[in-house]
């Protein structure tokens, strides 16, 4: 049973950090290209930051180029989501999931930025 487990959102200030995890069990995690997710009420799921099954190659979606990091450890079946200088867009519940396979999507964890 595959599960993906995202944690570390909450209320931050514009221009702050936070930093997502992911925690995977039920897959080969190695294998897998993944990628991070972000979804507004009303608008369609899109892909934040995507990164290859050995952490070499990643990509940004444009709005966040420059801001966020995407990192992966294997050995701990876990990828994160570095989150600098946030802005009240980046406001949304962010998701892991495969970048090309898409499993269950897990609850997600909600990042709210606001003064």
């Known amino acids: 049973q595959v599960q993906l487990v995202e944690s570390g959102g909450g209320l931050v200030q514009p221009g702050g950090s936070l930093r997502l995890s992911c925690v995977t069990s039920?897959?080969?995690?190695?294998?897998?290209?993944m990628g991070w997710y972000r979804q507004v009420p009303g608008k369609q799921r899109e892909l934040v930051a995507g990164?290859?099954?050995?952490?070499?190659?990643?990509n940004y979606a444009n709005s966040v180029k420059g801001r966020f990091t995407i990192s992966r450890d294997n050995a701990k079946n876990t990828m994160y989501l570095q989150m600098n200088s946030l802005k009240s867009d980046d406001t949304a519940v962010y998701y892991c999931?495969?970048?090309?396979?898409?499993?269950?999507w897990g609850q997600g964890t909600q990042v709210t930025v606001s003064s």
């Open positions: 990164i290859s099954s050995g952490g070499g190659m990643t």
């Open positions: 999931n495969g970048r090309y396979v898409n499993w269950d």
């Open positions: 039920g897959i080969i995690f190695r294998g897998y290209d």
